[in-house]
């Protein structure tokens, strides 16, 4: 694997920091590659804006932080608005259809998107979106092995949410390999009326 | 030497923070008292302490303040604990007389730090390595202390566990000097089984009662303990005192004892020193880091190195004591030392000590908040290379 | 109010400096005497101060109580009273300035089968250590609390204290104090002491009394002791010598057992109401600690009774 950079954001309480734990841990101990996750704290990390990042290589990683992702998971339109501009030219953008509208997108990123908030909600909890989210995140990218994702899910959530959680996983595994065989055409799928309040 | 218990080991391959990871470190290590004042970036290693003690047998307690935290872990060591507090800046700051204590009292406990951009409140939330000097000199007096310095989570938990076996072995207050990147970055952490983790018993006396010398120091200059509760009926003092334990204020007690508490860590410099070392054979130009940036300058040497300059490396993992005499035999080979650190230039006035002259000092200083950008190290390494 | 008491000279631990410590045929004649380091006398405090005579109700008191000595530790910070560590022959730490009761919270916490006697001054307690106390008597830990107050600052030469009535003198307040001072006894039921008494140096029976009670309940307990400070606030408040405080805290004291506790503030030439303030029941904060970790862990608490490592 070369060195992938990816920044996973949203807005605090839809468990962007635990997405980008699942991710580096898949690929730490259970792909034996490296990871490393940095998040932002404070003040500035409660509530509103909700930013991780995670780094993955086959090598030991040096520089900690992600400087122009190769990936960018957007889960509101703010993280969208605030990260877009630091994504590689030619990288993947993968965001929640239902709260981020796609728009001035520079030429050459790859979009996808999914409900992620609709298909948790069908698994009966909302707020397992972000696991849907790495699902799609691991169909999509295919850089780690399925079944380190889920493992990764199992042993990062609590024991009693487990079985729901990857039941999320799977949901948002299968809506990405739909994705890549053309079922969904996330690129069109964008709507246009106000976002939805949440939390 | 004996292993670390079981019940503290948190054996298995983890995806865990720096900060947790040396909370796991001091379980490991048989720490089982800790106590702490919240403060960032460094509380989550008190909060996974509350949460795991209990269940492996141990007390936590958020004091009052820094003060009194630093100086309740010290309480704990001397009925028999070993123990340590968390803090961070300002913190740090504020514990700097029971470092002085804990040094003066032979108290080995460990003080973690997890450096953050000051002075005063300066970036609660960001790295810096600033606090490095004061690490060593922020208590009056005379002193030395051990001082070590992660830069990974895999390191917090295993330095965590040195830290604690250095207090015990010195009878010093040992200090792990992380950053916020180390503590706050998430990686791979592999915890051995605890019959793979050596642990340096507390040097408690065998001597009865009516024979033991609370100070009274042994070959390589370090006293043996004795605990509250036990019979001996002992006095500790921070004044200067003599073998006793009893006040002794006058000069010549003053100089028998500091150099002593001196002279038992110089001592042992050589075994102490610990640092990383790479390319350095054949090298013009070393690059000498720790902690976080020691992961930025590797990079920045890797790029210098594609375009041919012979440039090596040396990390410092031990800091404190400095490891001069090692320094000193580089500077004799090369033509330059390249510092960077996440301050305004601390470690590089040593290394310039050290250096003696023998070879150019190069400080590249970064104020903190971030880490450097691996292109300022690298412009540094093509200037002195020309 | 009894007038039992002896001269504080008498009572007070005397010079010794010829017996070896370690001497076993030495008999001493002062039945405390086996409770002090003897070969660390002459002490350091003056003549007529009020300190030894509080270590000497200490010593008689730990006899009373038939506590095991060696399971006794004191815990001082720095300034006169804090030399008290140094002189009793008992597991002591001589701290830093303010932070005796931290200190004893840890050994406190780590070896809980300690009895663990914090004794010091006000200056202390109160001033540089306030936060500290107030934080161990809401605690309610198991902490035995000695405060001499002799309502300066001794070891520096006499120097304005959180405790200074108002109108005395002080190196630093040397147009007298315009500060008003703590009321101690008050602010320790404020904040959660459940034994709280004062006495002077000329009440040594009752003193003596009230350390037996402290040591025999648990959760933190507080006792002032007011002492005359003969070389520094008497001489500069031209209240005399040692003997002239022992016979002004007679005539001044007034036993109120119970009184409530806001209306025993002192004041310079006013009343000096004694007695025991509170004895009450909390928590103690260890039962507490280990009693909510017991019913939200089960059988998952780890409770070890003393932390002691390999």
Same mark, same amino acid.
């Given at each position: 694997m070369q060195l992938t950079e990816i920044r996973v954001a949203g807005f605090g309480g839809q468990g962007v920091m635990l997405s980008a734990h699942i991710i580096g841990k898949a690929a730490a101990v259970y792909q034996g590659a490296y990871a490393t996750m940095t998040q932002s704290f404070g003040p500035?990390?409660? !509530? !509103?804006a909700a930013s991780a990042q995670v780094i993955l290589s086959d090598k030991p990683i040096l520089y900690p932080y992600v400087t122009r992702p190769d990936v960018l998971i957007a889960m509101s339109q703010e993280a969208y608005s605030r990260f877009l501009p630091e994504l590689k030219p030619g990288g993947l953008l993968l965001v929640e259809s239902d709260l981020v509208r796609v728009s001035d997108l520079p030429a050459g990123i790859r979009v996808h998107s999914i409900p992620a908030t609709r298909l948790a909600e069908e698994l009966g909890r909302r707020m397992v979106l972000n696991v849907v989210m790495v699902g799609f995140f691991g169909a999509i990218t295919a850089l780690l092995e399925p079944d380190a994702l889920r493992k990764a899910v199992i042993d990062s959530v609590p024991p009693a949410t487990r079985d729901l959680n990857v039941r999320a996983f799977e949901k948002g595994f299968e809506y990405g390999l739909n994705t890549l065989h053309g079922e969904h055409h996330a690129e069109s799928e964008h709507p246009s009326l106000p976002l939805e309040a949440h939390d | 030497m004996p292993h670390a218990d079981p019940r503290g080991v948190l054996t298995g391959v983890h995806f865990m923070d720096g900060d947790h990871a040396a909370c796991e470190g001091a379980l490991a290590a048989g720490a089982r008292f800790a106590a702490g004042y919240p403060i960032t970036p460094s509380t989550e290693i008190v909060e996974r302490f509350a949460a795991r003690i209990p269940t492996v047998g141990g007390v936590f307690i958020q004091m009052e303040d820094e003060l009194a935290a630093s100086i309740a872990i010290a309480g704990a060591v001397w009925a028999g604990a070993k123990a340590f507090t968390v803090t961070s800046g300002p913190g740090f700051s504020l514990m700097m007389e029971h470092i002085g204590f804990a040094v003066m009292t032979e108290t080995p406990c460990v003080f973690m730090n997890v450096q953050r951009g000051g002075p005063s409140t300066g970036l609660p939330t960001l790295p810096a390595q600033a606090d490095m000097m004061q690490a060593r000199w922020g208590s009056h007096g005379d002193y030395e202390i051990i001082a070590l310095s992660p830069n990974s989570p895999q390191e917090c938990f295993d330095l965590a566990v040195r830290a604690f076996n250095l207090a015990e072995e010195f009878r010093v207050p040992v200090m792990l000097m992380m950053d916020e990147v180390v503590g706050h970055m998430t990686e791979k952490v592999v915890i051995p089984p605890a019959e793979q983790i050596e642990i340096y018993p507390r040097?408690?006396?065998?001597?009865?009662p009516g024979q033991y010398k609370p100070y009274a120091p042994g070959p390589d200059l370090v006293p043996e303990m004795a605990h509250a509760g036990e019979g001996y009926r002992f006095h500790v003092t921070g004044l200067t005192h003599d073998e006793r334990g009893y006040p002794s204020m006058n000069a010549a007690a003053q100089d028998r004892l500091v150099k002593r508490l001196k002279a038992k860590i110089t001592r042992a410099a050589d075994r102490l020193a610990c640092y990383e070392e790479e390319g350095t054979e054949d090298a013009d130009v070393v690059v000498i880091s720790y902690g976080i940036t020691s992961r930025v300058a590797q990079r920045a040497v890797e790029m210098a190195r594609a375009r041919g300059v012979r440039v090596g490396r040396l990390r410092l993992i031990t800091v404190w004591p400095f490891p001069t005499r090692q320094i000193r035999a580089l500077a004799r080979r090369v033509k330059a030392l390249v510092v960077p650190e996440l301050n305004l230039g601390q470690i590089v006035l040593e290394v310039e000590r050290a250096a003696a002259g023998q070879a150019e000092t190069i400080s590249v200083p970064h104020a903190g908040g971030s880490v450097h950008a691996p292109e300022q190290i690298l412009d540094a390494i093509m200037e002195v290379a020309k | 109010m009894t007038s039992q008491a002896r001269d504080p000279a008498e009572l007070g631990p005397r010079p010794e400096a010829e017996v070896p410590a370690e001497s076993c045929d030495y008999q001493p004649e002062n039945p405390v005497e086996q409770f002090l380091r003897t070969d660390r006398m002459p002490h350091i405090w003056c003549p007529g101060c009020g300190i030894g005579t509080t270590v000497n109700s200490f010593a008689r008191a730990l006899l009373e109580a038939k506590l095991d000595l060696d399971r006794v530790a004191v815990v001082s910070g720095i300034g006169c009273t804090g030399r008290v560590a140094g002189y009793v022959r008992l597991d002591s730490f001589h701290t830093t300035h303010g932070r005796a009761i931290p200190f004893a919270t840890g050994l406190k916490l780590a070896n809980p089968n300690l009895t663990v006697v914090v004794y010091s001054g006000d200056g202390d307690l109160f001033a540089i250590g306030g936060n500290h106390i107030i934080h161990a008597a809401r605690r309610n830990l198991d902490l035995k609390v000695i405060c001499v107050n002799n309502f300066v600052y001794g070891m520096t030469g006499g120097q304005l204290a959180p405790t200074t009535p108002v109108g005395a003198l002080t190196t630093t307040t040397p147009y007298g104090c315009y500060e008003p001072a703590f009321n101690l006894p008050a602010l320790m039921d404020a904040a959660g002491a459940v034994y709280v008494a004062r006495w002077t140096s000329f009440h040594v029976r009752q003193l003596t009394r009230a350390m037996v009670d402290i040591f025999r309940k648990k959760g933190f307990c507080f006792i002032e002791v007011l002492t005359p400070c003969p070389s520094l606030f008497q001489r500069k408040n031209r209240m005399g010598e040692g003997l002239d405080a022992m016979k002004y805290y007679k005539e001044k004291s007034k036993v109120r057992h119970g009184a409530p506790t806001s209306e025993v503030g002192l004041t310079i030439d006013g009343d000096i109401i004694v007695g025991k303030f509170v004895d009450r029941e909390r928590p103690e904060f260890l039962d507490l600690l280990r009693s909510q970790l017991a019913a939200q862990l089960g059988d998952r608490y780890v409770e070890v009774e003393h932390l002691v490592c390999s």
């Open positions: 500035e990390a409660r !509530g !509103g | 040097r408690h006396t065998r001597l009865p | -």
